[in-house]
């Protein structure tokens, strides 16, 4: 599968979304964006990249995101202020969002050039008073010299020359002012988005091989491994124990459930898996510990690493209970030299 070619309006990852399923999709996990997810309900991947630039301390402390979430559901008026300024405000039903719908309005309304309307987005990023005070006279009525005194190449008319009315040109100005203290860049807000939805489409359409992909990187960090092992069984998605035979390295997909990877084991490092997995490459598969000692080199898995294998259950499949540890007292129980090449001596064995 190519994830570069999915398509941007899957039904089945906004229906994931819109119940606030995040947990393991980029940027949309947190508790506070679940919560959002649910009430914007969003149905196409305008209205991710639109959540990205709003969940923001700013957007979120001003009322703005509810404002949206309002809007786009039909209980507040959208409001495009004119008909020229739809095509740039309709995917954020009337909000002004991003840092290029404030150059896009410059353009439209005034007629700046993109290098003067991007000098207007960087002077509002930066809040610098005498600046914008200068941009909001060229805004309403145009300019044809620079901040210094020098003529301009390109003149900017201003919108009142445009036609606009007197009135309407300074509240867009108000309104770009405010809106630019909390505006976001929209190419990187989209790209942070498109991420976000292949994650979830992956999640929606093949969620066993996209959650053991997920386990496997974050493997070495307990607390997301609980917390997405969790995530399966919310989705039905069995996840089986450690076994000694059938585990590999890393978490695998199986026709329906996930085998729990040797390298999540805590206190089981990458060096005592390849080493497992040769042997069994080589010799096939383990059957009993006593078996395993003769096989393995005791060097790498040492007691440590065998003591964590059985509290995960990894022997389950071969030994349990009582029978376990008769077969972990007759390994220690035997003399120097005798489990075969894999060990060393049997002090060694279960260091």
């Not at 899957?10 to 679940?34: K, N, P, W, Y």
């Not at 309709?90 to 309304?109: N, P, S």
């Not at 089981?268 to 497992?276: P, R, S």
């Amino acid at each position: 599968m190519d994830i570069n070619a999915i398509p941007l309006n899957d039904q089945a990852t906004f229906e994931i979304l819109s119940r606030g399923e995040g947990i393991g999709v980029f940027q949309l996990e947190s508790s506070g964006m679940r919560s959002i997810l649910k009430e914007l309900k969003p149905n196409a991947f305008e209205d991710i990249v639109a959540l990205v630039a709003l969940y923001r301390p700013g957007p979120l402390g001003s009322g703005m995101v509810e404002d949206f979430i309002q809007r786009k559901h039909g209980q507040t008026r959208v409001d495009y202020f004119h008909p020229d300024l739809e095509p740039i405000l309709r995917e954020t039903y009337g909000v002004i969002l991003y840092q290029e719908q404030v150059m896009m309005i410059a353009r439209v309304m005034a007629g700046y050039t993109l290098g003067q309307a991007d000098s207007l987005r960087k002077a509002m990023g930066k809040k610098i008073t005498k600046i914008m005070t200068m941009h909001r006279e060229w805004f309403v009525n145009g300019t044809g010299v620079d901040e210094k005194g020098n003529p301009l190449k390109s003149p900017i008319p201003g919108a009142v020359a445009r036609g606009y009315d007197r009135q309407l040109a300074e509240k867009m100005f108000d309104l770009m002012e405010y809106f630019a203290g909390y505006g976001f860049n929209k190419s990187h807000s989209a790209a942070y988005a498109l991420v976000s939805y292949q994650t979830a489409y992956l999640k929606a359409n093949y969620p066993v091989e996209y959650m053991a992909a997920l386990l496997t990187s974050v493997r070495d960090n307990t607390d997301k491994v609980v917390l997405y092992i969790e995530e399966c069984r919310r989705m039905g998605i069995q996840v089986l124990p450690p076994d000694i035979n059938q585990s590999r390295e890393n978490f695998t997909a199986l026709e329906g459930p996930i085998r729990f990877g040797l390298a999540a084991v805590k206190n089981v490092g990458l060096n005592a898996v390849q080493e497992m997995m040769q042997a069994r490459e080589k010799g096939g598969a383990f059957t009993s510990f006593s078996d395993f000692c003769s096989r393995v080199d005791p060097r790498v898995a040492n007691r440590r690493v065998l003591e964590s294998l059985v509290k995960a259950g990894a022997w389950m499949p071969l030994v349990t209970g009582h029978s376990f540890w008769q077969h972990w007292t007759q390994v220690w129980n035997m003399p120097p030299g005798s489990r075969g090449t894999g060990s060393r001596a049997r002090s060694t064995c279960l260091i």
